[in-house]
């Protein structure tokens, strides 16, 4: 008898081939229905500056190496991406008290104002197209999409 976990093979690439099709649909409708939104609150952060700042927010003020490993992106996209939040005070750096030479990244008061409006206004929007979910469902939801998320950070990555 065949494993279709390990093979990939019946049942289970049949399963995989459905989630990579609703992944792939699940990113494409939520940066559609981010877009066609009508409030500005969606469209004050791009989403690396929210995705950053959401992390600072829970993880602390970190220097860009450790917010690069943790992001999973390469030291040079965060430097980018981190230069232009300074320009739009959405984050400060400050001396790396463990190394002289580098930096640590903070949120600013403003930065952190804007990723609340945004996730306020996401929670709001994805609140609207769940309502009819059972309460159970969203739980579920949220637990699955945690632990592919989970799945996805922990997953090496070529740099």
């Known amino acids: 008898m065949t494993d279709d976990h390990t093979t990939g093979t019946g049942q289970d690439e049949a399963t995989l081939g459905r989630i990579e099709t609703e992944v792939a649909l699940l990113m494409r409708f939520g940066e559609a229905t981010r877009r066609a939104t009508g409030t500005a ?22 220097n860009v190496s450790a917010l690069a490993a943790k992001l999973n992106l390469d030291g040079s996209t965060v430097t980018r991406q981190v230069s232009a939040m300074q320009r739009d005070a959405l984050i400060a750096r400050t001396p790396d008290p463990a190394d002289g030479r580098g930096t640590v990244i903070s949120p600013t008061p403003a930065g952190l104002s804007r990723m609340a409006a945004v996730r306020a206004a996401r929670t709001r929007l994805y609140g609207d197209i769940l309502a009819a979910w059972d309460p159970a469902d969203r739980d579920t939801l949220a637990e699955l999409l945690h632990r592919l998320n989970q799945a996805l950070m922990s997953r090496p990555r070529a740099r």
């Open 41 to 62: 609150e969606h469209r004050v952060l791009d989403r690396a500056a929210y995705v950053i700042l959401r992390h600072l927010e829970t993880a602390g003020p970190q």
